[in-house]
Every structure is written in C-alpha cells, then in structure tokens.
C-alpha cells in the first residue's frame, strides 16, 4: 500500500524567511513523488515533479529515498505563496495519485 | 494555455438520484482521471481511464459508479443512486503520460 503523509495541517511563516513543508512517503517500490498547490479558489496545479529535479517559483524538493521524504523547499518566502500544498505519490505501473492530506501555508507580511 | 474543464462548478441534487459530472480533458490527452475530496479530507483518487475503458479504479469506486467518454471531447462521471455520503468535490484531471496529471477546477456535488 502506498501512504503519503503531510504531518502539518498549518504552516505559517514571516515574508522572507525559509519554508519547509514537510512530506513523507510509504512505498515498496520506486515511487514518482510530486508537489501540486492550490492557490485560493483555484485548481490544483502541478508545482514540481521530483524527476525534473526543477525549480519552479523559488521551489525545490529533493528525494530522500533513505528517509522516504520529499520535503518542499524555499529560502526566501513571498506573500503570493500562500496556498495549500500537497504531496503526491504515483507508483511505479500505477495510474493513480496517492495525495496526502495538504499543507495550508499563510506567509505573513 | 490549455485548461480542463468541468461542468458544472456545483450540483446540488436529491439522495437517490442520478448525477452525471462532465469533464472536457486537454485535448491531446491520453490518460483521464477522476478524483474526489470530501471536506476536510485529502484528496481520493477513483478511477482512470485509457483507450477507451477503465485502467484502474479504487475501493470507492463502486457499481454505483460508471465513467464514459462518449465522444472525442467530453469524459463523464456517473453516480447512479448518490448517497449523502458522495458530497464532495469531485476533480477530473488528464494527461499525455501516465504520471503527468493536469487537473480541473471541480464540481462541488452536495446531496440532500
């Protein structure tokens, strides 16, 4: 079975300071890992995959497979990444995304 | 920018009744999917469908549900008889590659 877990349902962050959000994954296998954001009544977006190794708006994450994470990362917050984020698993031969339950980022001005 | 689409953005219907959620994929699009979130839970995936019939589907998706693509264009959702239970948001997505998903701005579905 594959699991995703985002241990915090609220993050909240001065503008300008570093982001973390944090993502944990289950699974057997070699997974594909993505971060989708959705910004205030809006659609879902892919924000970055982990095997384009981009960075997409200031955004990285890298695969520990170790750890079995793929933490969100950004050194210098901005007000426009308020948002939900989620972690997302698709697993090798499967059709389905597997999401955990998202993360409300608020940055402060 | 290519967008998929839903229709319509919210349905509000009787238990026990027939609802039929439209989706308009990206048009390349190879892979279709539909996804749901109840309120304040994450987001579920239901069902996938490649060339022409269903490549996977979850627990939830039960005899209660179909999904057609009856013409090139449109990609439907169907619940037969809705329980209160099916409120939700209901989210369509596709995608040219099996792992690339772009996804709609959903149907929020409240049955009474």
Known sequence: AQRVTQPEK???VFKGAPVELKC?????????????????RQRLQLLLRHISRESIKGFTADLNKGETSF?????????????MYYCA????????????????????? | EPEVTQTPSHQVTQMGQEV???????SNHLYFYWYRQILGQKVEFLVSFYNN???EKSEIFDDQFSVERPDGSNFTLKIRSTKLEDSAMYFCASGSLQETQYFGPGTRLLVL
């Open chain 1, 71 to 83: 933490h969100l990362k950004k050194p210098f917050a901005q007000e426009e990444d308020s948002a």
């Open chain 1, 24 to 40: 944990n994954y289950s699974y057997s296998g070699s997974p594909e890992l993505f971060w989708y954001v959705q910004y205030s």
């Open chain 2, 53 to 55: 019939e269903i490549s």
């Open chain 2, 20 to 26: 039929i959620l439209r989706c308009v994929p990206i």
């Open chain 1, 89 to 109: 698993l698709n697993g090798a031969g499967s059709y389905q995304l597997t999401f955990g339950k998202g993360t409300k980022l608020s940055v402060i001005p």
């Open chain 1, 10 to 12: 609220l993050l909240s």
